[in-house]
Nanobody
């Protein structure tokens, strides 16, 4: 079982930055591919970014490419999402998730463990 706890959300003005963290309570964190998803009110949960178990491969949604950076520190069992040039449409609850898939995936149902989410609000 993997428990994930997100932090770092908050209110920021458009153009600003936030760094989300996701702490994992497992000694086998490095064996999981990890991802970030987000869900805005009235919308489906959508993929944001994913990273392979060793951090060598990453992939991003087109809407955040060039603005967001996913990274991980396996020694600290922590996943990060650096968000720059934030836009009001980035407003959502952000979730981290863990997958046992060998390759990184953008498909939400490939992720077996989820955190409770952290709210990000970007004002215009």
């Amino acid at each position: 079982q993997v428990q994930l706890v997100e932090s770092g959300g908050g209110l920021v003005q458009a153009g600003g930055s936030l760094r989300l963290s996701c702490a994992a309570s497992t000694r086998t964190f490095s064996s999981y591919a990890m991802g970030w998803f987000r869900q805005a009110p009235g919308k489906e949960r959508e993929f944001v970014a994913a990273i392979s178990w060793a951090g060598g491969s990453t992939t991003y949604a087109d809407s955040v490419k060039g603005r967001f950076t996913i990274s991980r520190d396996n020694a600290k069992n922590t996943l990060y999402l650096q968000m720059n040039s934030l836009k009001p449409e980035d407003t959502a609850v952000y979730y981290c998730a863990a997958s046992t898939k060998v390759v990184i995936t953008t498909y939400r149902y490939d992720y077996h463990y989820w955190g409770q989410g952290t709210q990000v609000t970007v004002s215009s």
